[in-house]
């Protein structure tokens, strides 16, 4: 009750406000999931149904907060971008931190059958999460291209290792040992002169990881889709409309958007040049 005589110890309670004015990304991070693919024997190097169950987890939480505008995700981990200017839940930091992670942990538990129908859970499977702010559009760019150069070393560096395993007959030590000192393109000559692996003609889901994308619709397709049923991956971001002379002041526009899986280039600049609202105030 509001005026107990025990209400005093919400003093001890202390703000945990962020920094206003940065650039928010949150981090997930699947926790032990090295042990949750190994009991639940997921295909190596890469498991299709698991990649795509992470991606539907992390579209349901951008489907809740719209002011997510950019979501990337590799293996057991997403990151997602805040827009500068969001004040979601004041920008308090546990609660934006707990609210995705338990979000993201309950959508990825509770869709597994969908995707992996014939592997029941033999026990829950968990996230843990930070949140990092960022000055400037500079960094934002700079940590996604350390999140997809970071898929691409571990996907080359798995994908050999497994070929080594799988199709070559060594144990998981020699193929330690096989790799040991090996760069890039040695990696490169192994797959494709011993397997007949060609590492850039794989998916580019697995070399590039999973991004997704709040775009706007256009008016023109607004207005062709209004009959249509609408797609639970579309959501709808409230944004001030311009001002006009009128004598009334006119209701807030609504700016439909759509988030969309791309798996594609981020680190060069032709991504953001053509998605310069994503990093825009």
Request: glycine share 4%; charged share 25%.
């Amino acid at each position: 009750m509001a005026g107990s005589k025990f209400a005093y110890v919400r003093n001890f309670e202390l703000p945990d406000p962020l920094l206003p004015g940065a650039f928010m990304i949150l981090r997930l991070d699947g926790h032990a999931f090295h042990r949750l693919s190994s009991e639940h024997d997921f295909t190596k190097p890469n498991d299709e149904r698991a990649l795509q169950l992470m991606d539907h987890a992390a579209r349901g939480v951008m489907n809740e907060f719209k002011d997510i505008v950019l979501a990337f995700g590799e293996s057991d981990e997403y990151s997602f971008l805040f827009r500068k200017l969001s004040n979601v839940y004041n920008r308090r930091q546990a609660k934006i931190l707990t609210t995705v992670t338990s979000m993201f942990t309950s959508s990825y538990v509770y869709h597994w059958p969908q995707y992996l129908p014939d592997t029941p859970l033999k026990y829950p499977p968990s996230f843990d999460g930070r949140i990092v702010l960022y000055p400037s559009a500079k960094e934002v760019r700079d940590y996604f291209a350390w999140r997809q150069a970071d898929t691409h070393i571990n996907n080359l560096y798995n994908t050999t290792f497994w070929a080594l395993v799988l199709q070559g007959g060594e144990t998981t030590t020699q193929a330690h040992e096989t790799l040991k000192g090996t760069v890039s393109k040695d990696k490169h000559e192994m797959l494709f002169s011993r397997f007949s692996i060609n590492y850039n003609l794989l998916p580019a889901r697995y070399r590039k990881g999973s991004i997704l994308i709040r775009e706007p619709i256009p008016p023109a397709a607004q207005a062709h889709s209004e009959s249509a049923i609408v797609s639970p991956d579309v959501s709808t971001a409230e944004v001030q409309a311009a001002s006009t002379p009128a004598l009334k002041p006119e209701k807030k526009a609504r700016v439909k958007t759509t988030v969309i899986l791309a798996h594609c280039d981020i680190i060069g600049d032709e991504f953001w040049a053509s998605r310069e609202y994503l990093l825009a105030d």
